[in-house]
């Protein structure tokens, strides 16, 4: 099984979710491709792709978007999931998929879209950036749910793993 791990971070915290994405997958017996959208060439040798987005505003990072535009016709016959990293809080805030959310489904053919909780370190922003953070009283920390992540690129993997017809999945200690 071939996965494509793909993600438009903007400090980080997004393509780290993408690593253990893949990190899981290849727990799983997975020969993972983990890239940045911009850099990818193709998508037609893989079995599967994951693809997500930092989000801003509400809003996903023009890289995962034009990711999904170039590749639409190829992702939309694969097996492709997304995913959206950006709430923080407790609880997380906001709760709501990203606008583009809906616009990215059909341009993929997502079977689905998972939002997950984001990360705040005010050390690597600009200070436009903290100044907005301090405004709307955004509070700092780590609102990635690292066990949920794994579980969910588990899921991937059993659900490509049955429809290629190979064996059921176990995920390595």
Excluded: C
Excluded at 51 to 61: D, E, F, M, N, T
Excluded at 70 to 99: H, M, N, Q
Excluded at 106 to 117: D, K, S, W
Excluded at 130 to 155: K, S, T, Y
Aim: aromatic share 6%; no cysteine; hydrophobic share 45%.
């Amino acid at each position: 099984m071939r996965v494509l791990v793909t993600a438009a971070s903007k400090h980080g915290a997004t393509a780290e979710i993408a690593d253990w994405i893949g990190t899981a997958l290849r727990g799983a017996g997975a020969e993972v491709t983990l890239a940045e959208p911009e850099t990818v060439e193709s998508v037609s040798e893989f079995d599967a792709v994951v693809l997500g987005s930092g989000v801003y505003a509400g809003h996903w990072l023009a890289q995962a978007k034009d990711f999904a535009l170039k590749y639409t016709g190829e992702l939309t016959d694969s097996r492709v999931w997304i995913f959206s990293s950006g709430p923080i809080g407790d609880p997380l805030r906001p709760d709501e998929a990203p606008v583009d959310v809906a616009e990215m489904i059909p341009l993929t053919g997502a079977r689905e879209h998972r939002l997950f909780g984001g990360r705040i370190d005010k050390h690597g922003m600009s200070f436009g950036e903290r100044a907005i953070l301090v405004a709307l009283r955004v509070p700092e920390g780590d609102f990635r749910p690292r066990d949920d992540i794994a579980a969910w690129a588990l899921g991937i993997a059993t659900a490509v793993e049955a429809e290629l017809g190979q064996t059921e999945i176990v995920a390595n200690p």
